[in-house]
């Protein structure tokens, strides 16, 4: 009897939470506010639902596209990399008291660029669904083509590889950080043009 009253108290948690997301999406996507103060509602509900700001962005969609029945039955995609991610987090962990002394600043610098990378990806990643939204806003789709945006993916991305690639060829592994940063910085004071 015991286990059935946990069941119904976690089904009850269950919905309530669901219910909460949904007066959630309701309120972000019906009322009026400045974006500054919506993203910050945003990555509160983050915090508290423990799920990332892109799951929320998927969400919204999918609540403005079929309703709030879509949210109860529709799962997000699957993450492929998310336990091998963890285990191998866990072994770094592991590895890096390993390592001999004089090969731990070339570790951090390795930390340094991979951190700068993703840093990079993840707002190219933001880009393109800027552009999307951007370029698809209005009363009809602009194209059904989604090339214009795969092209755009691709051609950003094989422009961030080629810079690393010629930053590796020309600089020794030391300077990999200082070069790369300084491409960065020039990115970001051009304002780089999303389209």
Not at 35 to 51: F, G, M, N, W
Not at 163 to 170: E, P
Request: glycine letters at 4%; one cysteine or more; aromatic letters at 12%.
């Amino acid at each position: 009897m015991k286990n059935a009253a946990g069941i119904e108290q976690t089904v009850i948690q269950s919905l309530d939470g669901q219910q909460n997301s949904l007066n959630f999406f309701e309120k972000v996507l019906s009322e009026p506010g400045e974006p500054e103060s919506k993203r910050k509602e945003v990555l509160e509900h983050c915090l508290t639902q423990a799920v990332g700001e892109r799951s929320v962005w998927w969400k919204l969609a999918l609540f403005r596209e079929v309703g709030s029945s879509g949210l109860l039955f529709e799962k997000e995609p699957y993450r492929h990399f998310d336990l091998l991610d963890e285990q191998v987090r866990e072994q770094i962990l592991v590895l890096i008291k390993k390592l001999p002394l004089k090969t731990l600043s070339d570790f951090r610098e390795l930390v340094t660029f991979t951190g700068r990378f993703l840093e990079r990806i993840q707002f190219l990643c933001d880009a393109l669904l800027y552009f999307f939204l951007e370029k698809e806003k209005g009363a009809y789709r602009e194209s059904p083509d989604m090339s214009l945006y795969t092209d755009f993916f691709d051609h950003k991305m094989f422009r961030e590889l080629d810079v690393i690639h010629a930053i590796t060829d020309r600089y020794p592994f030391h300077s990999l950080n200082e070069q790369y940063e300084s491409w960065l910085c020039d990115k970001v004071l051009d304002e780089e043009l999303l389209i």
